[in-house]
Antibody, heavy 127, light 107 residues
Framework: EVQLVESGGGLVQPGGSLRLSCAAS????????MDWVRQAPGKGLEWVGR??????????EYAASVKGRFTISRDDSKNSLYLQMNSLKTEDTALYYC??????????????????WGQGTLVTVSS | DVQMTQSPSSLSASVSDRVTITCRAS??????LNWYQQKPGKAPKLLIY???SLQSGVPSRFSGSGSGTDFTLTISSLQPEDFVTYYC?????????FGGGTKVEIK
């Protein structure tokens, strides 16, 4: 069974740091791009960032709201994805999901979508 | 950034009703549009990818259509488990963006 399990969430003060992990099982992590998506309490979904695979030099992309503060990394040998969050703000309070990215060639590029998602880990930034 | 506008933000319907949710992109995104379903307290689940492709295991009462800037998710006959929230998402360009969500409620 393909599964993603996040961990590492918790309560942190503004300005603090936290590292989230996402453990993958049932598939070979190294074959896939991976993304982080967050959801503030009672709100909609917000994409956080992406890490590509080795063939694309593990390049990363970030939402403007987290760029320069968050870093996505991966350890394919451990089937794990990470999100290092620094300089946390109250507005970073959210449920953080990791998601596997599926790709399919299209006429004008690559279709991509998230499947599956993990169950999420809650990050609360508060003093 | 591509802005995704989903409408309505909520709707009331009855079991067996046919419902349509609309998603509009601020620029053409070809068919780079996905739909997710989220049940309370659960992670989102993929329903439709590439605008109209039904994800394996998803009931055939769900369908997607559209291209360019206008897309629709249709549920042909609402079932009790379908009264949850739906999100569209564009995958045309980074930053990836989601619609604001549509909550389907029981009338």
């Amino acid at each position: 069974e393909v599964q993603l399990v996040e961990s590492g969430g918790g309560l942190v003060q503004p300005g603090g740091s936290l590292r989230l992990s996402c453990a993958a099982s049932g598939f070979t992590l190294s074959d896939y791009y991976m993304d982080w998506v967050r959801q503030a309490p009672g709100k909609g979904l917000e994409w956080v960032g992406r890490i590509r695979k080795k063939a694309q030099s593990y390049t990363t992309e970030y939402a403007a709201s987290v760029k320069g503060r968050f870093t996505i990394s991966r350890d394919d040998s451990k089937n794990s994805l990470y999100l290092q969050m620094n300089s946390l703000k109250t507005e970073d309070t959210a449920l953080y999901y990791c998601a596997r990215t599926r790709l399919a060639a299209a006429a004008t590029g690559w279709e991509n979508w998230f499947d599956p998602w993990g169950q999420g880990t809650l990050v609360t930034v508060s003093s | 950034d591509v802005q995704m506008t989903q409408s309505p933000s909520s709707l009331s319907a009855s079991v067996s009703d046919r419902v349509t949710i609309t998603c509009r992109a601020s620029q053409s995104i070809s068919s780079y549009l996905n739909w997710y379903q989220q049940k309370p307290g659960k992670a989102p689940k993929l329903l439709i990818y590439a605008a109209s492709s039904l994800q394996s295991g998803v009931p055939s009462r769900f369908s997607g259509s559209g291209s360019g800037t206008d897309f629709t998710l249709t549920i042909s006959s609402l079932q009790p488990e379908d009264f949850v929230t739906y999100y569209c998402q564009q995958s045309y360009s980074i930053p990836l963006t989601f619609g604001g969500g549509t909550k389907v409620e029981i009338k």
